[in-house]
């Protein structure tokens, strides 16, 4: 099963792919999409790809409230573990 | 005394299989250079289309835009919005920079509300879907949201429109394999109609998938059966071996301007766009039509105020398609009649392949370039014209000083379109 760090580690390769001018030591898990300029297709499109990669499905919807990329971890688990 | 309404051209640019930038492909249509070979196998993989002139390895990086000398503010402004996009994208990208920085853009001191983008070409990038297709169905969810605006045409105009910054209108035209001459047309109509003073004029770069290159061969449209494992002598415009088009890929771009702007900004004019015609012949099928080519010429002529005997050159449409050929030479004696004996003729297809949507686009750059260097370049693999009739230029460059040139583009569907240009302004 993914882990929580894996996770983390696949959402930061897919934030350098969308936003190739990003400092990489920026991106941590406080740290939010917004904060690095992405925009809505830019976040959508490494939810998507993250979400690919974990062959998980989560309606964009749920992410709406989180503030954090931890916050897309904690989700991502959660949902990767629920039976 | 010059008429300030009329329409030059201030800037240049090319992205091709013969040269990244003005100098390259100046040269390489100056030695006759071809840029025809084998079509990488993401497009001919089990498709009897195997023989193109494609961008290979092309990408727009930091150091494309330094050999364009691009500034630093306007070359970050294009990585950030650009790299990512579809090859074609970023060659209309790299085109159109070229001819901003010529035509003096990134310092011009003129209302952005009055400077136009139009990009020439429609159904831009199909192989865009046709390479998410396969995914898309397995799995819809994961479609990358980009598709939703990255499949529309205008994506270009916006594109372009964000990095230079241009605030008036801003579309694409359609006109088969004639858009960019179709786009040129309507660049030149906005600005004479006085709603422009300048347009960012884009040949789009058709990005086909393997599909539309299968459908070319199926209805016989394509070189490459008799040299096919000579790709370099495969594409024959006006050669009695010719037998069908070389799919080419590039991307061109003028800048249009009134003389009045030009003059105001002190910008020396690099050509005239003195007539322009777009007339169709009531034929929705690929065939072309002698009566349709014929008035296009003759009504751009017309259009300039030149008669036929004034026009030294012709950059021809010439694909190496046989009936094409054909039927564009009859075109020519119908206009020209007599005149055809010393008009030189030659198809910048023959080195580029049939850049399709860019062709009108990157033939106009070939043929201010031809005029402005004195040279016109080979017709490669001409060994043994169709006809005699006109003065086709021979395998090898031709020292000669055009003064008025006009440059054929027609379409599959009808259409026809003819555009002269004067090499000072008149």
């Given at each position: 099963?993914?882990n929580?760090?894996?996770?983390?580690?696949?959402?930061?390769?897919?934030?350098?792919?969308?936003?190739?001018?990003?400092?990489?030591?920026?991106?941590?898990?406080?740290?939010?999409?917004?904060?690095?300029?992405?925009?809505?297709?830019?976040?959508?499109?490494?939810?998507?790809?993250?979400m690919?990669?974990?062959?998980a499905?989560v309606?964009?919807?749920?992410?709406?409230?989180?503030t954090?990329?931890?916050?897309?971890?904690?989700?991502?688990?959660?949902?990767?573990?629920e039976? | 005394?010059?008429?300030?309404?009329?329409?030059?051209?201030?800037?240049?640019?090319?992205v091709?299989?013969?040269?990244r930038?003005?100098?390259?492909?100046?040269?390489s249509?100056?030695?006759g250079?071809?840029?025809?070979?084998?079509?990488?196998?993401?497009?001919?993989?089990?498709?009897?289309?195997?023989?193109?002139?494609?961008?290979?390895?092309?990408?727009?990086?930091a150091?494309?835009?330094?050999?364009?000398?691009?500034?630093?503010?306007?070359?970050?402004?294009?990585?950030?919005?650009?790299?990512?996009?579809?090859?074609?994208?970023?060659?209309?990208?790299?085109?159109?920079?070229?001819?901003?920085?010529?035509?003096?853009?990134?310092?011009?001191n003129?209302?952005?509300?009055?400077?136009?983008?139009?990009?020439?070409?429609?159904?831009?990038?199909?192989?865009?879907?046709?390479?998410?297709?396969?995914?898309?169905?397995?799995a819809?969810?994961?479609?990358?949201p980009?598709?939703?605006?990255?499949?529309?045409?205008?994506?270009?105009?916006?594109?372009?429109?964000?990095?230079?910054?241009?605030?008036?209108?801003?579309?694409?035209?359609?006109?088969?394999?004639?858009?960019?001459?179709?786009?040129?047309?309507?660049?030149?109509?906005?600005i004479?109609?006085?709603?422009?003073?300048?347009?960012?004029?884009?040949?789009?770069?058709?990005?086909?998938?393997?599909?539309?290159?299968?459908?070319?061969f199926?209805?016989?449209a394509l070189?490459?059966?008799?040299?096919?494992?000579?790709p370099?002598?495969?594409?024959r415009?006006?050669?009695?071996?010719?037998?069908?088009?070389?799919?080419?890929?590039?991307a061109?771009?003028?800048?249009?301007?009134?003389?009045?702007?030009?003059?105001?900004?002190?910008?020396?004019?690099?050509?005239?766009?003195?007539?322009?015609?777009?007339?169709?012949?009531?034929?929705?099928?690929?065939?072309?039509?002698e009566?349709?080519?014929?008035?296009?010429?003759?009504?751009?002529?017309?259009?300039?105020?030149?008669?036929?005997?004034?026009v030294?050159?012709?950059?021809?449409?010439?694909t190496?398609?046989p009936?094409?050929?054909?039927?564009?030479i009859?075109?020519?004696?119908?206009?020209?009649?007599e005149?055809?004996?010393?008009?030189?003729?030659?198809?910048?297809?023959?080195?580029?392949?049939?850049?399709?949507?860019?062709?009108?686009?990157?033939?106009?750059?070939?043929?201010?370039?031809?005029?402005?260097?004195?040279f016109?370049?080979?017709?490669?693999?001409?060994?043994?014209?169709?006809?005699?009739?006109c003065?086709?230029?021979?395998?090898?460059?031709?020292?000669?000083?055009?003064?008025?040139?006009?440059?054929?583009?027609?379409?599959?569907g009808?259409?026809?379109?003819?555009?002269?240009?004067?090499?000072?302004?008149?």
């Amino acid at each position: 099963m993914t882990n929580k760090e894996e996770i983390f580690g696949l959402i930061k390769d897919k934030v350098v792919e969308v936003l190739p001018f990003l400092d990489s030591t920026l991106i941590t898990p406080e740290s939010s999409l917004r904060d690095f300029g992405a925009n809505s297709i830019d976040r959508m499109e490494i939810l998507l790809e993250t979400m690919e990669a974990l062959n998980a499905k989560v309606p964009m919807t749920e992410f709406g409230k989180i503030t954090n990329i931890q916050g897309i971890v904690d989700l991502l688990y959660e949902k990767l573990h629920e039976g | 005394m010059k008429d300030k309404s009329c329409v030059v051209v201030t800037g240049m640019g090319v992205v091709s299989s013969i040269g990244r930038d003005l100098i390259e492909f100046t040269a390489s249509l100056y030695r006759g250079t071809s840029g025809i070979g084998f079509l990488p196998s993401a497009l001919s993989d089990g498709v009897d289309a195997k023989i193109g002139a494609t961008l290979q390895d092309f990408s727009l990086d930091a150091a494309l835009l330094q050999r364009y000398a691009v500034p630093d503010s306007l070359a970050h402004a294009t990585l950030q919005c650009a790299n990512r996009m579809p090859l074609g994208v970023q060659a209309a990208v790299a085109a159109s920079l070229q001819a901003w920085l010529q035509a003096g853009g990134p310092e011009w001191n003129i209302d952005r509300r009055r400077v136009g983008v139009i990009v020439g070409g429609s159904n831009i990038s199909p192989r865009l879907p046709y390479e998410l297709n396969e995914k898309f169905r397995q799995a819809p969810t994961y479609l990358n949201p980009r598709y939703a605006y990255q499949y529309l045409d205008t994506l270009q105009v916006g594109v372009l429109s964000e990095i230079l910054g241009t605030r008036g209108e801003g579309f694409t035209v359609g006109g088969a394999s004639a858009s960019g001459n179709v786009a040129i047309i309507k660049a030149r109509q906005a600005i004479n109609s006085g709603d422009l003073d300048a347009c960012v004029v884009v040949g789009a770069m058709a990005d086909l998938s393997p599909m539309e290159l299968q459908s070319f061969f199926n209805i016989g449209a394509l070189a490459g059966k008799r040299f096919r494992d000579q790709p370099e002598k495969a594409c024959r415009p006006f050669d009695t071996q010719h037998e069908g088009f070389v799919y080419g890929q590039a991307a061109g771009c003028l800048v249009l301007e009134s003389l009045e702007s030009a003059e105001r900004r002190q910008v020396e004019p690099l050509a005239e766009i003195a007539g322009a015609a777009f007339l169709m012949d009531a034929n929705h099928l690929p065939d072309p039509s002698e009566e349709g080519e014929a008035m296009a010429m003759s009504s751009a002529l017309r259009q300039a105020g030149i008669g036929p005997e004034r026009v030294d050159y012709l950059n021809a449409h010439g694909t190496a398609s046989p009936l094409g050929d054909a039927t564009e030479i009859k075109a020519i004696k119908q206009v020209f009649a007599e005149k055809a004996e010393k008009l030189w003729v030659n198809s910048t297809k023959g080195l580029t392949g049939h850049c399709l949507y860019s062709a009108g686009v990157v033939e106009a750059v070939a043929t201010v370039v031809q005029m402005r260097e004195g040279f016109l370049h080979p017709n490669r693999n001409l060994d043994e014209p169709i006809e005699r009739v006109c003065r086709f230029c021979s395998t090898e460059s031709e020292a000669t000083q055009a003064e008025i040139a006009m440059s054929n583009s027609f379409g599959f569907g009808g259409i026809n379109t003819s555009i002269v240009l004067s090499k000072g302004v008149r």
